[in-house]
């Protein structure tokens, strides 16, 4: 790479533009630092900039995974040297925008324990500084299982989400409460017990969450491309990652981008993505996919909407499925726990909500939730595709240049394959971990949570 100018006086934009790739390169990339990028990285360390610059990164899926790495990248390199691609006519038009948004600090397995913890942590601090109950509603969260009787549950962790089960399954109920939420409906000899408070649960509107992350990206300089796909991947003379070639979906324009480090963070896509771009790849990615409907309801009761925290309950239902209600700040609440068949679509947004479905979720609504008599009001309904893994656990980590079919990456920080997917049911309350640990292993720093059982076997 050849720094080929420098401009910019003390309150100007800086602009850098430099040849990609060395001698006899075509890829040439222009980078701008604003006054706050300016300030962060302490113009002048030109020096340094470019070192960030050797590594130009590309994440494949806009959703909440791809923007929270894009989002933590952006702390540590200019936002001009990252690109966010999503093919997907719609942004966060599966999980990402469909999920119930409820977070928890320590229900899951050991091998994802300190990310959990790491990530619920970065929700509260994010929140903090950016008034995130009022731009995503944020909130803490007290817990409850709840069931028509007592009823002994097995701790499992990988099964229970397939098995159409409740994830309350993998906590011990740590009090009986004297009441509950005011919209819960209870009936004589139900079993209900707080199993998560203040501390260690909460919530968020993760549609309204993703879009403040995206946001924040921009803001940072930021590319998105959309709807956009990557077509095919470039290396330089040594048979090193050099670049990729994205197709904008609208114009079909195609654009030859520098990038050394590719992230796929698709979700229930990623395997997908993965092999398109690698077909003579030894890896097949191990994620799959688990459809499952949602409903937003509001009840007529307002009280529920002056209480500080929000309220999670877990239920068992007598049609066979584990509902999960979450009230959210402002009085919605959210239902969900009826899991599909639906295939995989070739892009989020285009399966079919079954009718059934959302019917049976409105039926168990109507009587878990007291609407005062009144009726619910339906607000929203949904189908996402969850991306699961065998384990239960999402895989975190840099695909070995042994395992990508003949394509070779630069050493270290300055180039990589990565992989962030397989969250399942937990992709909003481990997303700012995520983001996090993948931008420091990708930038070659300390690791914030071990997530050395998140790799690949």
Excluded at 14 to 40: A, I, K, N
């Amino acid at each position: 790479m050849d720094a080929v100018s420098q401009s910019g006086g003390p309150a100007a934009p800086v602009s850098l533009s430099y040849q990609f790739g060395g001698v006899g390169s075509s890829v040439v990339q222009e980078l701008e630092l604003s006054t706050p990028q300016r300030h962060r990285f302490g113009i002048p360390k030109v020096r340094e900039i470019l070192k960030f610059n050797m590594s130009n990164t590309v994440i494949l899926g806009s959703g909440i995974i791809g923007i929270s790495i894009a989002h933590y990248l952006a702390d540590h390199q200019p936002g001009s040297t990252i690109h966010l691609v999503e093919p997907s006519p719609e942004l966060f038009a599966s999980a990402s925008g469909y999920a119930g948004g409820f977070l928890a600090r320590d229900w899951f397995s050991p091998a994802s324990a300190a990310l959990g913890a790491l990530s619920f942590d970065e929700h509260k601090k994010l929140a903090e500084e950016h008034n995130g109950r009022e731009k995503w509603g944020w909130s803490t969260s007290t817990t409850f299982s709840h069931s028509a009787a007592p009823k002994k549950k097995s701790r499992r962790d990988a099964d229970w989400l397939r098995d159409g089960g409740s994830r309350a399954g993998v906590v011990e109920a740590v009090e009986a409460p004297s009441n509950g939420p005011s919209w819960l409906r209870r009936e004589h000899g139900d079993d209900f017990q707080i199993i998560g408070d203040a501390d260690t649960t909460g919530q968020v509107d993760p549609l309204r969450l993703c879009h403040f992350l995206l946001d924040q990206c921009r803001s940072a300089g930021v590319h998105l491309h959309h709807p956009a796909a990557v077509l095919s991947v470039s290396t330089d003379l040594r048979g090193d990652l050099a670049s990729v070639r994205i197709g904008e979906t609208t114009s079909s324009t195609e654009t030859d981008v520098p990038c050394t480090r590719l992230v796929v963070a698709a979700g229930a896509w990623s395997p997908r993505v993965f092999s398109q771009l690698f077909p003579g790849a030894s890896l097949e990615v191990p994620v799959s996919s688990l459809a499952g409907h949602s409903l937003v309801v509001k009840p007529s009761r307002p009280s529920e909407t002056q209480q500080p925290g929000c309220h999670a309950i877990f239920s068992t239902d007598g049609a066979g499925f584990s509902p999960e209600l979450f009230s959210r700040v402002g009085g919605h609440i959210y239902i969900a726990g009826v899991n599909a068949s639906s295939p995989l679509p070739p892009l989020p947004g285009q399966a079919r909500v079954s009718a059934e479905a959302i019917a049976q979720l409105k039926t168990t609504a109507e009587r878990i939730v007291d609407d005062g008599g009144a009726g619910l009001e339906v607000v929203r309904q949904g189908l996402c595709f969850r991306p699961v893994t065998t384990s239960g656990a999402p895989i975190l980590t840099r695909i070995p240049d042994g395992r990508l079919g003949g394509v070779s990456t630069r050493g270290g920080a300055d180039g990589g394959v990565f992989l962030a997917a397989g969250h399942g049911p937990w992709g909003i309350s481990l997303s700012l971990g995520t983001g996090r640990v993948m931008a420091e292993m990708m930038q070659g720093r300390k690791l914030s949570a071990d997530v050395s059982r998140l790799a690949l076997t």
